[in-house]
T-cell receptor, first 113, second 115 residues
């Protein structure tokens, strides 16, 4: 089955700096890669996703890149703000498993004002 | 995710009791999922269902049971066989398109505590 690894587990940046979170996956059949943001005590919220036929996707200050050959994908947040502080999860979904997600272990991002 | 609800928000269980967590969605999604989240940890899949009257075990199904009698509803029962059930339980749903993934949308969660 699929295995997703996520790094780093914690990340502390100064407000206005950029943050990068990286995930690797093992199954070449994975074709959908979402990113979720979870604030303390709340539900995970989808912030951006990418499919395997696309190399990069942007939405304002957030971008995701995908390297299928190396089997890794990354979340980039520019001009970080204190409200970006949360736990971020990546996931991979193989084509054969009807949208079962394999989640990374999470990255706790702390943006210092 | 506004169309997926969970109840109750908080639930307390005595040792030896079974309790049932409710999950309802009005998004017309075919697939529904249950996850468990322990403090400071990631999401672990308990059960999932792609269609009514069918469901599959996830990674940590022992001590849990589910049913899927209606498309809109996917209740989770935490049985007395689950020795350490204190956790945050999240339900999710998604449209299923064969061979193509899509977002899962999460409910607000139920926080279960064993007394």
């Amino acid at each position: 089955g699929e295995n997703v690894e996520q790094h780093p587990s914690t990340l502390s940046v100064q407000e206005g700096d950029s943050a990068v979170i990286k995930c690797t996956y093992s199954d070449s059949a994975s074709n959908y890669f979402p990113w979720y943001k979870q604030e303390l005590g709340k539900r995970p919220q989808l912030i951006i996703d990418i499919r395997s036929n696309v190399g990069e996707k942007k939405d304002q200050r957030i971008a995701v890149t995908l390297n299928k050959t190396a089997k890794h994908f990354s979340l980039h947040i520019t001009e970080t703000q204190p409200e970006d502080s949360a736990v971020y999860f990546c996931a991979a979904s193989p084509t054969y498993n009807f949208n079962k997600f394999y989640f990374g272990s999470g990255t706790k991002l702390n943006v210092k004002p | 995710d506004g169309g997926i609800t969970q109840s109750p928000k908080y639930l307390f269980r005595k040792e030896g009791q079974n309790v049932t967590l409710s999950c309802e969605q009005n998004l017309n999604h075919d697939a529904m999922y249950w996850y468990r989240q322990d403090p400071g940890q990631g999401l672990r899949l308990i059960y999932y269902s792609h269609i009514v009257n069918d469901f599959q075990k996830g990674d940590i199904a022992e001590g849990y049971s589910v049913s899927r009698e209606k498309k809109e509803s996917f209740p989770l029962t935490v049985t007395s066989a689950q020795k350490n059930p204190t956790a945050f339980y999240l339900c999710a749903s998604s449209s299923v398109v064969e061979h193509s993934g899509g977002p899962q949308y999460f409910g607000p969660g139920t926080r279960l505590t064993v007394l």
